[in-house]
Nanobody
Framework: QVQLVESGGGLVQSGGSLRLSCAAS????????MGWFRQAPGKEREFVAC????????YYTDSVKGRFTISRDNAKNTVYLQMNSLKPEDTAVYFC??????????????????WGQGTQVTVSS
């Protein structure tokens, strides 16, 4: 049974930083792409970033490029999301996710097999 447990959310002022962590268990972590998604109140869940297995290529949605960095530590079975220069529009519940297939490199909501429980990020203006 795959489990994803997020931590690191909280309340921060605009321009501040947070680092989210997601600890994974239940399968060989290093062999799967890992990703972060977010969902703001009244909006659909959206892709934020993902990092592939193997060479760890990363992808970002345009609105976070240059501000967020995704990374992974395969020895710790953990994926991170460093969020800098946070804006009020980044306020959302952030979810860790992983796809069903090993071959998936770029993630979308459609190819997610497992979700974490989510962690709240609130950015005040």
């Amino acid at each position: 049974q795959v489990q994803l447990v997020e931590s690191g959310g909280g309340l921060v002022q605009s321009g501040g930083s947070l680092r989210l962590s997601c600890a994974a268990s239940g399968r060989t972590f290093s062999m799967y792409t890992m990703g972060w998604f977010r969902q703001a109140p009244g909006k659909e869940r959206e892709f934020v970033a993902c990092i592939s297995w193997g060479v760890s290529t990363s992808y970002y949605t345009d609105s976070v490029k240059g501000r967020f960095t995704i990374s992974r530590d395969n020895a710790k079975n953990t994926v991170y999301l460093q969020m800098n220069s946070l804006k009020p529009e980044d306020t959302a519940v952030y979810f860790c996710a992983t796809p069903v297939a090993r071959g998936v490199v770029r993630m979308t909501t459609e190819n997610v097999a497992y979700w974490g429980q989510g962690t709240q990020v609130t950015v005040s203006s």
